[in-house]
C-alpha cells in the first residue's frame, strides 16, 4: 500500500488556503458598498466553499486509504 501522507499534507494547506480567501471574501461582503459587489462576493465566497468541501473529502478519502493498512 501507498503512504499518501504528503498528499494529505499539501491538500490540507490548499484547504486552509481556501478557508482563508473565503472569509476574506466575506469581510469584502459584509463591507460591500454596493448590491452588485455584494452578491459578487458572496458568490466567490460560495465558490470556495464548495472547492474546500472538496479538498476536505479528499482528504478524507485519503486518510481512509492509509488507515485501510
Known sequence: MADYEDLVER???IEE???DRAYDHLRRAA???DEDELRAAKAEERGLLQARRAIAKAIGALNGL???R
Open 11 to 13: 491538500l490540507t494547506t
Open 17 to 19: 488556503d481556501l478557508r
Open 31 to 33: 463591507s460591500a458598498s
Open 66 to 68: 492509509s488507515s485501510d
